[in-house]
């Protein structure tokens, strides 16, 4: 199945005026600068038809290019001395600003995993901590007054430092795992108090509330803390909760997926990026609305190669066209 959006409309042009090309710059550019913390790994990834290793990979990697394609980036994690130079001059030259990523001597995290036949069910081969061990992320000066953060995956105790460190930021998006979930409730539900929005996936809604209704869930977690909950339910699409709102989105329908591995870090970076971009004075829902969608768009990208592959290559006209294509699968009244 291949879909080309045969027009695009107004909106499609405000958003590439908005995000433009790669090196755009604007005057109000520290405004809308992203804030992302969270892994930077070399993965080993199996499916049942390939396997590739030491690829680029890590929650921070995927989220910092997700979101640089709508935002500057100010990019927070650890490296070892094995970790190729050649990404630190890529990450610049997707506006990611990496005065807050450390080299330190040592390995850089390693994780390795496998998927079944149906590139839902994964398990973790092994994971090496390596630098990420003794890992505490300080931020720059020149990143304290970010005025949107992305805690992208890492434990809830390192994202709670970085906010720690934050001069008031506007709106704070943070994603977890199951892992976290298990092991360090306590601090998670710490962070939980001081985020706008959560980011997770259905069975780990499922599983921090013990609801099997991910409604029930949405709605236990935001008493939690967070005045908005996004719940991922993979190739199925996403749910976005509100006070009194609620968004349900559909997943874009790709027929080749080689590497789903990074997709929820990239719709967390493509979301959070969105709203870095498009927010002014107050978030509203019909910009959360949009940017459910493109996170989705994004990671539609993402799972198309191993690894960063595919969104190393994507341009500007790919996601206005894809984004297009969305909107016409999801419309359900006849145009006038
Ligand atoms: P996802 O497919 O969105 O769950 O994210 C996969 C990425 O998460 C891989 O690139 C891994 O390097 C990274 N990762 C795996 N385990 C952890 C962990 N415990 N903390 C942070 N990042 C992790």
Redesign the pocket.
């Known amino acids: 199945m291949s879909f080309r959006a045969k027009s695009r409309n107004p909106d499609e042009v405000v958003f590439k005026l908005a995000a433009g090309s790669l090196d755009f710059a604007r005057d109000d550019e520290q405004y809308m600068s992203l804030l992302v913390v969270?892994?930077i790994?070399l993965?080993t990834v199996k499916t049942p038809v390939e396997e590739h290793a030491d690829l680029l990979?890590?929650?921070a990697?995927?989220a910092a290019l997700g979101a640089s394609f709508f935002t500057p980036v100010n990019l927070v994690g650890v490296v070892g001395d094995d970790f190729p130079e050649s990404e630190f001059e890529f990450w610049k030259s997707h506006r990611i600003d990496t005065t807050g990523v450390q080299r330190v001597n040592g390995k850089t995290?390693r994780?390795s995993g496998e998927y079944a036949w149906d590139l839902n069910t994964r398990e973790?081969r092994s994971?090496a901590l390596n630098v990420f061990e003794t890992f505490s992320p300080e931020l720059p000066a020149n990143y304290r007054a970010t005025p949107f953060v992305l805690l992208a995956?890492?434990a809830p105790k390192l994202q709670s430092h970085v906010l720690d460190q934050m001069e008031r930021p506007r709106f704070i998006v943070a994603d977890t795992?199951d892992?976290w979930i298990e092991t360090t409730r306590a601090d998670l539900d710490a962070l939980l108090r001081r985020v706008d929005l959560l980011i997770l996936n259905d069975s780990e809604a499922r599983e921090m509330t013990k609801e099997t209704s991910l409604i029930r869930a949405g709605r236990k977690i935001r008493e939690c803390g967070p005045r908005y909950v996004a719940i991922k339910k993979g190739e199925h699409g996403a749910l976005l909760f509100g006070e009194d709102e609620f968004f349900s989105a559909g997943a874009y329908p790709l027929e080749d997926i080689h590497d789903?591995?990074?997709?929820?870090?990239t719709f967390a970076g493509g979301f959070a990026g969105y709203l870095a971009a498009h927010v002014r004075e107050n978030v509203t829902f019909d910009v959360m609305r949009k940017a459910v969608i493109y996170g989705s768009v994004l990671a539609s990208f993402c799972v198309e190669a191993f690894s960063l592959e595919r969104l190393r290559k994507l341009t500007q006209d790919e996601i206005a066209d894809r984004y297009q294509m969305f909107k016409m699968m999801s419309q359900f009244e006849v145009l006038a």
Do not use: C, E, K, R
């Open positions: 969270g892994s790994a993965d990979g890590g929650s990697s995927y995290f994780w973790t994971v995956n890492i795992m892992l789903p591995t990074g997709a929820g870090d």
